[in-house]
């Protein structure tokens, strides 16, 4: 079974789990916002896909941080940041048979179909 890790209200997470119900794809679904993340998920994700992976710099959470948080990014800030504020994660992430697919593009989709 694939986990869909998101948030409810993420266009780009609802078309994943559109797309993975029509094509008979068993899975099931983690909301950041009202099931939370642990850090050791999000550093199983970080060791599979790296943090640059991982850290949406495109979010508007990320252009709502402070220039210090957003200066000098390594691993360990990235993670930090992270656990603090959800939203900075790229989205969707699925974990499917022992690997992390971070968003949802024609790769990730080859990789998932059955």
């Known amino acids: 079974m694939i986990t869909v890790v998101g ?19 068993a899975h099931n679904f ?18 599979a ?3 640059e992976a991982v850290l949406n710099r495109r979010s508007t959470t990320w252009r709502s941080l402070t220039e210090a948080e957003k200066a000098d990014v390594t691993a360990e ?3 930090t940041l992270m656990i603090a504020n ?10 499917a048979a022992n690997a992390v697919y ?8 080859k990789a998932l179909e059955p």
Do not use: M, Y
Not at 30 to 38: E, K, T, V
Not at 86 to 95: A, D, G
């Open 30 to 47: 983690h909301d950041l916002r009202a099931d939370g993340l642990g850090p050791e998920r999000l550093s199983a994700w970080v060791k």
């Open 86 to 95: 959800p939203t900075l994660i790229k989205r969707p992430v699925f974990e």
């Open 77 to 79: 800030k990235a993670e």
């Open 7 to 25: 948030i409810k209200s993420c266009d780009t997470c609802r078309k994943a789990l559109a797309w993975l119900t029509a094509q008979n794809v």
């Open 102 to 109: 971070i968003g949802f593009t024609d790769a990730v989709k």
């Open 49 to 51: 896909c790296g943090w």
